[in-house]
Nanobody, 129 residues
Framework: VQLVESGGGLVQPGGSLRLSCAAS????????IGWFRQVPGKEREAVSC?????????WYVGSVRGRFSVRRDNYKNTVYLQMNSLKPEDTGIYYC??????????????????????WGQGTQVTVSS
């Protein structure tokens, strides 16, 4: 069971990036998948969560709502985080993670890191001019 993120990089404010989270060893659509980010000296912050396709419920932290969107490509067993209108405060290492169990991003729990049991290695996103 493995998650591998890619797609990070350096982008100017206002730019866009698409992060990928490729799953192996399991069917990603059988689980809710979360995206988190972390900067040095701060706690890991939940960014978004996508439920299984059969559930269709996604969540976003307020600071990214309207700018970020999450989707699945089940043929590729991959989850994407599309990030638009990027701001310097979006800078950080972005991680995807699989919930320990369940298909749904639960309203009151999706942002808690302890709900997730498998994490990728992270990909760096830097927003700077």
């Amino acid at each position: 069971v493995q998650l591998v993120e890619s797609g990070g990089g350096l982008v100017q404010p206002g730019g866009s990036l698409r992060l990928s989270c490729a799953a192996s060893g399991f069917t990603s659509d059988d689980y809710a998948i979360g995206w988190f980010r972390q900067v040095p000296g701060k706690e890991r912050e939940a960014v978004s969560c996508i439920s299984s396709s059969s559930v269709g419920v996604n969540w976003y932290v307020g600071s990214v709502r309207g700018r970020f969107s999450v989707r699945r490509d089940n043929y590729k067993n991959t989850v994407y985080l599309q990030m638009n209108s990027l701001k310097p405060e979006d800078t950080g290492i972005y991680y995807c993670a699989r919930v320990i169990s369940g298909r749904e991003c639960e309203r009151n729990h999706w942002s808690s890191a302890d709900q997730y049991g498998t994490w990728g290695q992270g990909t760096q996103v830097t927003v700077s001019s």
